[in-house]
Structure formats: structure tokens, C-alpha cells
């Protein structure tokens, strides 16, 4: 693939090294993307996985060896002001961000006898209100006639149920409904806007059993890792995918559930 230097990129919800997000910015960063990446470090600690807390800055050194500019923050996307706050700062230290991934995501495991309000606003305010005025944001300040690239993370919730996790399905069934509407509005100023869903990828939640039981299921006969969902996106954000919007792309091995 041609590389396209001086691009800039967003990626949020990068906080493991072993995560999407991550896979996301070295694809990107050997593609010639400069890069500005936020994390969250008190929502991943809370997590199964967790993190260690150096794990951000140790992905920026390595990103910063591929020869691009590389910025990241701390940021809560529950904020009602980061995505604007977001915007302003990469101005200021890369200029017009050309791609926006919205990578970051919160999912707790409920059902219809322990949902709560809270835990429900939890996932709503990452999951969809920071996806939309982020990409919002994002749209207003795109400076250019066209190359701007919006790409959404969603899970497939369209595919099929998934007890046992009813507000993040419900959340992240949302983005897809946003991916296509804003797709509309926004290609007359030159963004394409899409989703990716990953299907069942081993970013470190994953315990040997659960490996057994996914493994039959994808006809290669491995787990899908954080690379191959990457690399779909780093063809969606080229040049070449200039004509590919409103898409909610299954980018999962052919996983059957």
C-alpha cells in the first residue's frame, strides 16, 4: 500500500499494549500516520486484564521509532467537554487531524435482572455520546476538500445476541445506527464513515478456555488478534477506500456464532 506521509490520525481507548487500540496505531505508524492516541488508565485497572500503568508511554516510544510524530493524554471521554478539548489539543500539537478511530469502550457483564441506570449512563456516555461529539467535533474542524476518514468499533450486535452483556450490546448497537446516518451528513465535506466489527479477539481477557470454545468456531482455526481488525482499518483510512461509506464491516475470520 502507497505510503501517505503528513496524515494525521486519533485513536482513543489505547491503553494495553496488547489491545485493538495499540494494534491500531503501529499499523498506522508504519503506514506514515502521525499519531495522537488517548488512554484511560482508571477504567482498564478496574478490569479483569488490567494494565500497568508505564504501558502507554512504552507504546509511544516504540511508535515514535517508526520515524512519526507521536502525542498522547489521559483523557475521561464521560467528560462532557473532552471531545472538544480532545480536538483542540491535537491541533495544537500535531494540527488538522485527518482520521478519527473511535476505539474507546466501556462494557461491564449485566443482564435484565441487575441493569441499573448507572451502569446503563456508564456505557452510554463512552460508548455513544463520546463517539458522537467526537466525531462531531472532528467533522467541524476538518480543514480539507476530502481524505477525512471516520472509523467506528462496534461488535457485531447485529449478528446475534449476546446474553449477559445487555448494555454494552445495546451501546455498541447504537454506533451502527450513527455509522450509517453520519456517513450521509458528512460525505458532502469529504469523510467517509464506517464501522468495524472485530468478532472475538484475543487482546488478553481471553482464559485458555475460552480459547478451546472460539477456536472451532473460526474456519482458520485461530483466534483473531488485534493486528487483523488493524489492518482492515488501515486500508479504510487510505486513499484507496475513498469510496467506501455507511459500511458496518464484519472483519472477524469468518467467526460463526
Given at each position: 500500500?502507497k505510503k501517505?506521509?503528513?496524515k494525521?490520525?486519533i485513536?482513543?481507548?489505547?491503553s494495553r499494549?496488547?489491545?485493538?487500540?495499540a494494534?491500531?496505531?503501529?499499523?498506522?505508524a508504519e503506514?506514515?500516520?502521525?499519531?495522537?492516541f488517548t488512554?484511560?488508565?482508571?477504567?482498564?485497572k478496574?478490569?479483569?486484564?488490567?494494565i500497568?500503568?508505564?504501558?502507554?508511554l512504552k507504546l509511544?516510544?516504540e511508535?515514535?521509532?517508526k520515524?512519526?510524530k507521536?502525542?498522547?493524554?489521559?483523557?475521561d471521554l464521560t467528560q462532557?467537554?473532552?471531545?472538544?478539548?480532545l480536538?483542540?489539543?491535537?491541533?495544537?500539537?500535531?494540527?488538522?487531524?485527518?482520521?478519527?478511530v473511535?476505539?474507546?469502550a466501556?462494557?461491564?457483564?449485566?443482564?435484565f435482572?441487575?441493569?441499573t441506570a448507572?451502569?446503563?449512563?456508564?456505557h452510554?456516555?463512552?460508548?455513544?455520546?463520546?463517539?458522537?461529539?467526537?466525531?462531531?467535533k472532528?467533522?467541524?474542524?476538518f480543514?480539507?476538500?476530502?481524505?477525512g476518514?471516520?472509523?467506528?468499533?462496534t461488535s457485531?450486535?447485529?449478528?446475534?445476541?449476546?446474553?449477559?452483556?445487555?448494555?454494552?450490546a445495546?451501546?455498541k448497537?447504537?454506533?451502527?445506527?450513527?455509522?450509517?446516518t453520519?456517513?450521509?451528513?458528512?460525505?458532502?465535506?469529504?469523510?467517509t464513515?464506517?464501522?468495524?466489527n472485530p468478532?472475538p479477539?484475543?487482546?488478553?481477557?481471553?482464559?485458555?478456555?475460552?480459547?478451546?470454545?472460539?477456536?472451532p468456531?473460526?474456519?482458520?482455526g485461530?483466534?483473531?488478534?488485534?493486528?487483523?481488525?488493524a489492518?482492515t482499518?488501515k486500508?479504510?483510512?487510505?486513499?484507496?477506500?475513498?469510496w467506501?461509506?455507511?459500511?458496518i464491516?464484519?472483519?472477524?475470520?469468518?467467526?460463526?456464532?
Amino acid at each position: 500500500m502507497k505510503k501517505l506521509k503528513d496524515k494525521i490520525a486519533i485513536v482513543t481507548g489505547v491503553s494495553r499494549l496488547k489491545g485493538i487500540g495499540a494494534a491500531i496505531c503501529k499499523e498506522f505508524a508504519e503506514t506514515g500516520y502521525h499519531i495522537f492516541f488517548t488512554y484511560w488508565a482508571e477504567y482498564d485497572k478496574k478490569t479483569p486484564w488490567s494494565i500497568t500503568l508505564d504501558e502507554p508511554l512504552k507504546l509511544k516510544e516504540e511508535l515514535l521509532k517508526k520515524g512519526v510524530k507521536v502525542s498522547c493524554m489521559e483523557l475521561d471521554l464521560t467528560q462532557h467537554d473532552a471531545p472538544e478539548q480532545l480536538i483542540n489539543i491535537v491541533i495544537e500539537k500535531l494540527g488538522f487531524p485527518d482520521i478519527l478511530v473511535n476505539n474507546a469502550a466501556y462494557s461491564t457483564n449485566n443482564d435484565f435482572s441487575n441493569v441499573t441506570a448507572e451502569v446503563l449512563d456508564k456505557h452510554y456516555l463512552v460508548n455513544v455520546r463520546a463517539t458522537v461529539l467526537l466525531s462531531g467535533k472532528f467533522a467541524q474542524r476538518f480543514d480539507k476538500k476530502s481524505g477525512g476518514r471516520i472509523v467506528n468499533i462496534t461488535s457485531g450486535q447485529f449478528q446475534g445476541p449476546m446474553p449477559g452483556e445487555l448494555a454494552y450490546a445495546t451501546t455498541k448497537g447504537a454506533v451502527d445506527a450513527l455509522t450509517i446516518t453520519l456517513s450521509a451528513e458528512l460525505a458532502p465535506l469529504g469523510i467517509t464513515v464506517n464501522a468495524i466489527n472485530p468478532g472475538p479477539t484475543d487482546t488478553g481477557w481471553m482464559t485458555e478456555e475460552i480459547k478451546t470454545q472460539l477456536k472451532p468456531l473460526f474456519p482458520f482455526g485461530r483466534i483473531g488478534e488485534p493486528k487483523d481488525v488493524a489492518k482492515t482499518i488501515k486500508f479504510l483510512v487510505s486513499d484507496e477506500a475513498d469510496w467506501i461509506t455507511g459500511q458496518i464491516i464484519h472483519s472477524e475470520g469468518g467467526f460463526k456464532r
